[in-house]
């Protein structure tokens, strides 16, 4: 509701010298040039595909509407920020706090659940259950973990941006609370990529102030977080328990009904579906309906579910070429040389492409729309040349 909010209302607000009146936005008028579409002309191409699909989709149109609409957020998205002029850097650093405000709010309504029902829910993850989130326990843990380190940056860079230290430090304090609380949620896609990030942060800023030694002793002391964690956090201690025990059962071949299980299988499912149409695919409205088909076919007794790697699922909806334009979008961002130069927006970037290896985030629209407007707001501040650490 607040993306098309947004795109309504810079349809009708027009700049001029005094500032932004009432009227239709004349730049909606004009085709939009290549930097106005970056960094989504790569998702854009793939999203375009993904409506051509329709030819070969069977005639399920109403699948094939269903999966278009659930990618929408992609094309608004990229017309919001192709409007939208360079917002300067305090007005970035506020959405971001903006952003770990909620997340805040977030993590005191988890708390108001955990805390009294400590034992039950601690126990339950030992058993493969998460901690109850206001999203999905993994995407949530993926926010957690991108404030987390958007704060960091912003506690770190502070200075050069005009933040007093009280602020500093209020960013700082948050980064560490939400450091703390990634461990406490103990879900394993949000551990990952916040260690990811930390390690891509310290080589950020070792080849960026030449700090080779700090850097280096930086990383040895991550190495010991998740050993703290583990003796000090039970829920991460119990989640490590239940990795364990899920790995042997898979090595083990007893894990068709554990949760690790059922993912591995979907995987399986779809590369096998993607070699009967590997240019292709199967399109937007058939896809689905294969994978049930196929487990039907081959008397599969667990869940039926849609690949876990978007990547593979890609591929089986869309074929290679589907593939090729996904994987294009992380390409037209990591191609412009200013990305290597600003954190955060590699930061997200990765964030969203290591996801994709075990989510469908592309088919959740909170998910989608969290990732394209953390993307276009950091690329957002590329556009201006008044920013303190793109150069």
Request: hydrophobic share 45%.
């Amino acid at each position: 509701m607040s993306l098309i909010a947004l795109t309504g209302l810079l349809f009708f607000l027009k700049e001029t010298s005094s500032g932004y009146v009432l009227g239709f936005n004349p730049k909606m008028l004009q085709w939009p040039t290549r930097n106005a579409l970056w960094p989504f002309t790569g998702f854009l191409l793939f999203f375009g595909w993904i409506v051509l699909s329709v030819f070969w989709s069977g005639g399920a149109y109403d699948a094939w509407f269903s999966d278009v609409q659930s990618k929408l957020t992609i094309l608004g998205a990229a017309v919001i920020f192709a409007l939208l002029p360079p917002l300067s850097s305090s007005t970035i650093r506020f959405l971001h706090q903006v952003f770990g405000g909620s997340v805040c709010i977030g993590l005191l309504l988890v708390l108001l659940i955990y805390i009294p029902g400590y034992e039950d829910i601690t126990l339950r993850i030992g058993r493969g259950r998460p901690i109850p989130t206001p999203l999905d326990h993994v995407r949530f843990s993926v926010m957690v973990a991108y404030a987390c380190l958007a704060f960091t940056v912003y506690g770190i860079e502070g200075r050069k941006e005009g933040l007093g230290p009280k602020e500093r430090g209020a960013m700082g304090l948050g980064a560490v609370v939400f450091f703390a609380f990634s461990h406490l949620l103990a879900v394993r896609t949000g551990l990952v990529l916040l260690y990811l990030g930390i390690i891509g942060l310290t080589v950020f800023y070792i080849f960026k102030q030449k700090k080779t030694i700090l850097g280096l002793g930086v990383l040895l002391a991550l190495a010991t977080l998740p050993v703290i964690a583990y003796y000090s956090v039970e829920s991460f201690r119990n989640k490590v328990y239940y990795t364990k025990y899920d790995i042997s059962q898979l090595v083990s071949n007893k894990g068709e009904r554990n949760s690790d299980g059922d993912r591995l299988q979907s995987i399986k499912s779809g590369i096998e579906l993607w070699k009967k149409h590997p240019l292709l695919g199967f399109g937007a409205g058939e896809y689905k309906t294969a994978v049930r088909q196929y487990h039907v076919e081959q008397g599969l007794n667990n869940r039926v579910l849609l690949p876990h790697n978007q990547y593979i699922r890609a591929g089986m909806a869309y074929g290679w070429i589907g593939l090729i334009l996904l994987l294009s979008g992380f390409g037209f961002i990591f191609a412009r040389k200013e990305s290597w130069t600003h954190f955060p927006l590699l930061l997200i970037t990765t964030f969203l492409m290591v996801s994709l290896l075990v989510e469908s985030n592309l088919d959740r629209y909170y998910a989608l729309a969290f990732f394209m407007i953390f993307i276009g707001l950091n690329a957002n501040k590329l556009k201006n040349p008044n920013t303190s650490y793109s150069r």
